[in-house]
């Protein structure tokens, strides 16, 4: 099959994704094997290439936002049925016994496994995933519509209920790129007053076309105190911008899996019982819920699509802010 694969971290400019054929890899009795047609591009896949999110395992396939078709099960696969259009998240397994796992933590097992960082992930023409950890997929979005909505729409999901997102709630978000996007739809549909705080003048623009009530720049404060705030830019200065606009009781749910420095400030941001949370990877129950929520919507993706021997440039161009929405690599047979 054919690959980009990961043998050691490096500046995105100097391409450490290689491009090459590998072997097909073999399914176990409860995998299934698919035939990849549309991967997005995450941060994390660029953290992870330039070594700001430490590899544990190389060389390695990145993609965890995997979109195809099953053409191959393990013995004891019962569901999905062959040619099911399915996709594949970040989370790609857990031990199922922890007291995380039973009290419907997943997301916070010590034994979970993640795609593109524990696993091959689907920047490649197939790829391999525990059959209890796919989703069959809805049939109001195509391929490459689907694809942000595994890591960027699933999060941002979770980071809502975090949030206790809910009618008539002010809610921040700092920054607007692939999860946002789809946030801001979301956050409409539940009766959400939404602020996007972001550099771009573009991306200012689609946030209100997409129904955000107010968009301005990082120099700005939003027009009225916030209940609540997400933060997407893996910048500590933005956590500490949030916590300065929301109200007495607000939260600021942290969407990263890596953040630089976070400023020293003073406690006054803090006190009234203001809030801190972070984010860490999504469960099933999060994806499912997403699928499920942006189909009935529906959510619109915007994408930049990229073939798959071009994944160095669509992480270079994810880097230097290029990408409009979401980045999706394309197979050949797409």
């Known amino acids: 099959m054919h690959a980009a694969l990961l043998r050691a971290p490096g500046p995105i400019d100097e391409r450490p994704l290689e491009l090459r054929d ?24 660029l953290q992870l290439c330039e070594g700001d999110l430490e590899a544990r395992t190389l060389p390695i396939i990145p993609g965890h936002q995997v ?15 062959i040619g099911t259009r399915v996709g594949v998240a970040w989370i790609a397994g857990t031990c199922g016994t922890c007291r995380f796992c039973t009290s419907g933590r997943e997301n916070l097992c010590e034994q979970a496994r993640f795609t593109g960082w524990d696993r091959d992930g689907g920047y490649a023409d197939v790829v391999v995933a525990d059959s209890s950890f796919v989703y069959e997929l809805p049939d109001g979005f195509d391929d490459v519509a689907a694809a942000p909505l595994l890591c960027g729409g699933a999060i941002g999901y979770r980071c809502l209920r975090v949030a206790g997102a809910r ?21 409409r549909h ?16 689609r946030a209100l076309r997409l129904g955000a009530v107010w968009a301005g720049t990082y120099d700005e404060r939003p027009p009225a105190p916030l209940d609540a705030a997400i933060t997407f830019a893996p910048a500590g200065s933005v956590v500490v911008d949030a916590l300065a606009a929301v109200d007495r009781g607000g939260i600021v749910v942290v969407n990263a899996i890596h953040l630089d420095h976070v400023p020293e400030f003073d406690y006054g941001l803090l006190w009234w019982e203001r809030s801190i949370r972070s984010v860490a990877n999504v469960t099933r129950d999060d994806v499912r819920g997403l699928l499920d ?4 919507i529906p959510v619109e993706s915007q994408v930049d699509t990229y073939p798959i021997d071009a994944a160095n440039a669509a992480l270079l161009d994810l880097r230097d802010g290029r990408v409009r929405g979401a980045a999706v690599l394309i197979s050949a047979r797409t």
């Open 22 to 45: 590998v072997p097909t890899p073999d399914v176990s009795p409860n995998e299934v094997l698919i035939e990849v047609t549309a991967c997005g591009v995450c941060r994390t896949d």
């Open 67 to 81: 979109v195809g078709r099953v053409i191959e099960r393990g013995d004891a696969v019962v569901h999905p049925p």
């Open 167 to 187: 009618n008539g709630m002010r809610l921040g978000l700092y920054g607007f790129g692939a999860s946002a996007t789809i946030v801001v739809q979301l956050a």
């Open 293 to 296: 929520l942006a189909h009935r």
């Open 190 to 205: 539940l009766g959400c007053e939404t602020f996007v705080v972001t550099r771009s003048d573009d991306e200012r623009e």
